[in-house]
């Protein structure tokens, strides 16, 4: 009876265990150069090097490591609403009037196809759905609020606040 070790695995068997260990355990390079990226996507592998304390090309495979295993799923730019014109945020709770057949999925094609909302949230609590608005005035609000969600079918009940003051943003 002949016991394999760990690096006697053949080599097509290595590269899978590697890659399993690997999507597996992130360790603390990974985890800062995935933390690092989250702050400014648009980092280089040699200012990632002088962060982490390894090589540029070590930053490089690592890098590609997390891209390819899903940690890093993308990479964006953070726009300033005001800039573009977008100078009200509004946090939007719903709740359906009935969960019954597809009513669920629906609504959520519609919140997909609405420009003003930012992001969107199934939530456990006292409402349905959260919605993060982005318009550009209070009447462009009343228009979606009036126009969009209060007409749709399923929508039971809309509250909403108006974000006075934004006092922590993260793209995480």
């Not at 974000?163 to 922590?168: A, G, I, R, W």
Request: include cysteine; aromatic fraction near 8%; charged fraction near 20%.
């Amino acid at each position: 009876m002949r016991i394999s070790l760990f690096w006697d695995v053949p080599r097509t068997n290595f590269a899978k265990i590697q890659k399993i260990l690997h999507e597996a355990v992130m360790d603390k390079f990974d985890r800062t150069i995935a933390l690092s990226l989250q702050k400014d996507g648009s980092l280089t592998n040699n200012q990632l090097a002088d962060i982490v304390n390894l090589s540029p090309s070590q930053c490089s495979r690592r890098k590609s490591a997390l891209e390819k295993s899903g940690v890093i799923e993308g990479y964006t730019a953070n726009l300033n609403a005001k800039a573009m014109g977008y100078n009200l945020r509004a946090v939007v709770r719903i709740n359906l009037s009935s969960h019954h057949g597809k009513n669920d999925s629906q609504f959520s094609n519609f919140i997909a196809s609405c420009d003003e909302v930012l992001e969107a949230y199934s939530v456990s609590g006292d409402a349905d759905y959260v919605l993060s608005v982005h318009v550009q005035d209070l009447d462009s609000f009343a228009d979606f609020i009036h126009n969009k969600l209060l007409p749709y079918p399923s929508v039971g009940q809309v509250r909403s606040e108006i974000v006075l003051k934004t006092l922590k943003a993260s793209a995480a």
